[in-house]
């Protein structure tokens, strides 16, 4: 929770911030999202991590893109145990929570020989968008995760922006361990969507993204629909 002090100039902001989610000023962003997802679209790796570099100041490349097991090790220590109990209580009541949402094949044997049923196949790969910064937030790791998970999703990848050291957050690190992410990848904004829509020689194409970010990240999301399947806002998640 985040407690803001009203003043003229955080009024001022605070309006400012709710106008950018206003649909009669996404023009000026869409023009520099689009730009962005065809350099990736057609650049692959060499403009993600220039867009890395530019936008996160972090050096990453294909060497380091991937979180290894030796920095998640390095967020554990990092993390306050306390936290990291209430991650896994919080794990548990979500799981819990989905497990109920889960559909099921079923098929019913007519006695004219027709057979009626229903399939149901959870999707080969999704793609988790996590924020970070100020926005670095757990919940945003298990609420995108743990239905993938209940639904048996085979691999789910996360990305997320790193620092200028090239290190990502380790609360975030924490949750994607505990929930069950396949794969932590190096990248965030808009770049990170059309990677995860597209497929680079680094990070692979998804089947369907969720996860919450910036208006970049949603105009982008908007733009990929098709590509793959999307979810625009974290309510509850179908992953089958």
């Known amino acids: ?11 001022n902001n605070i309006l400012e911030n709710l106008l950018k989610r206003s649909p009669n000023s996404y023009g000026k ?20 991590f220039e867009y890395t570099k530019n936008f996160d100041k972090a050096d990453i490349n294909a060497d380091n893109i ?10 554990y220590s990092l ?33 004219d020989g027709t057979i009626l049923g229903q399939k149901v196949t959870a999707l080969a790969r999704v793609g988790v968008y996590v ?14 995760v743990l239905p993938a998970k209940v639904a048996g999703v085979e691999q789910i990848i996360m990305c997320t922006p ?20 396949d794969v932590i990848y190096k990248a965030g904004g808009a770049q990170a969507v059309a990677a995860m829509a597209y497929g680079t ?10 996860g919450p970010g910036n208006i970049y990240v949603a105009l982008a999301k908007k733009a990929v629909f098709g590509y793959v399947a999307l979810i625009l806002l974290l309510v509850l998640v179908r992953f089958l």
């Open 1 to 11: 929770m985040r407690i803001v002090e009203l003043t003229d100039e955080s009024k």
């Open 131 to 144: 924020p970070g910064g100020k926005a670095a937030y757990p919940s945003s790791v298990l609420m995108n």
């Open 79 to 111: 993390v306050d145990p306390e936290l990291i109990e209430v991650i896994r209580k919080a794990i548990v009541n979500i799981r819990s929570f989905h497990e109920k949402q889960k559909q099921y094949s079923w098929f019913d044997s007519k006695p």
């Open 201 to 210: 020689k680094s990070i692979p194409k998804v089947d369907k993204i969720c």
């Open 29 to 48: 962003f869409e023009s520099a999202v689009a730009e962005i997802l065809l350099n990736i679209k057609t650049n692959g790796d060499e403009a993600l």
């Open 162 to 181: 790193p620092d200028k050291q090239g290190k990502v957050y380790p609360t975030t690190l924490v949750a994607a361990k505990e929930a069950g992410v």
């Open 66 to 75: 991937v979180v290894t097991e030796a920095e998640i090790e390095e967020a």
